[in-house]
């Protein structure tokens, strides 16, 4: 079953520190992967997204890695503010395959920022 | 702004009643896709759209059912709603049809069924 693993589920941690998110996925074969942000009660936005060949990309403090071999990829925040306090939610999508809908979503990561 | 646009944006109803949400795509964009979001869940793909015709069924309830019109625009119509169906509803719209590029996503519809 083509799935997407989100760790940690939340994460609290002091404007100004850096953090990282985790995503694993067993979705085959693989086409791309992307993060996005959700903000409480909006839509989510694209941060970034990453084909097979590439293993880093970044968007200004969002820093995006990814291990095809493993099937890992993380989301690294630098310099953290309190704006990025939302959800950043991991999206995996299935390759030769005639079917839409074969975006896998995880469930997220709450990421809150305090003063 | 994405430039997909949801309304309403908020919608109060009551059990067993009937209600249709729109959603205009971006300009150019042939797909548009339908997702539920309850509350503290993540994404839960409902249905897609490409160039007017039916592409993939997610977890659709056969209460719900959606379609795209001539103009690309989409309407996602809910009957016979039930206390559990409160929730943000979005809609994203791609240029392609294979579901597997980046979408882009509207506003969102919060509806509560009391």
């Known amino acids: 079953k083509n799935q997407v693993e989100q760790s940690p589920q939340s994460l609290i941690i002091l404007e100004g520190k850096n953090c990282t998110l985790q995503?694993?996925?067993?979705?085959?074969?693989?086409?791309?992967l992307r993060w996005y942000k959700q903000d409480t009660g909006r839509g989510p936005v694209s941060l970034t997204i990453?084909?097979?060949?590439?293993n880093t990309k970044s968007n200004g403090r969002y820093t995006a890695t990814l291990d095809a071999d493993t099937k890992q990829s993380s989301l690294h925040i630098t310099a953290s503010q309190l704006s990025d306090s939302a959800s950043y939610i991991c999206v995996v999508s299935r390759a030769y395959n005639t079917n839409a809908g074969k975006s896998t979503f995880g469930d997220g990561t709450t990421l809150t920022v305090k003063p | 702004d994405s430039g997909v646009t949801q309304t309403p944006k908020h919608l109060i109803t009551a059990t067993g009643q009937r209600v249709t949400l729109r959603c205009s795509p971006r300009?150019?964009?042939?797909?548009v896709y339908w997702y539920q979001q309850s509350l503290d869940q993540g994404l839960q793909f409902l249905i897609q759209?490409?160039?007017?015709?039916?592409?993939a069924k997610g977890n659709i309830l056969e209460r719900f059912s959606a379609q795209q019109f001539p103009d690309l625009h989409s309407e996602l119509n809910l009957s016979s709603l039930e206390l559990g169906d409160s929730a943000l509803y979005f809609c994203a719209s791609s240029v392609e049809a294979s579901g597997s590029n980046e979408q882009f996503f509207g506003p969102g519809t919060r509806l509560t069924v009391l």
């Open positions: 995503c694993n996925y067993t979705v085959s074969p693989f086409s791309n």
């Open positions: 300009s150019g964009d042939l797909s």
């Open positions: 990453m084909t097979f060949s590439e």
């Open positions: 759209y490409y160039n007017g015709e039916e592409r």
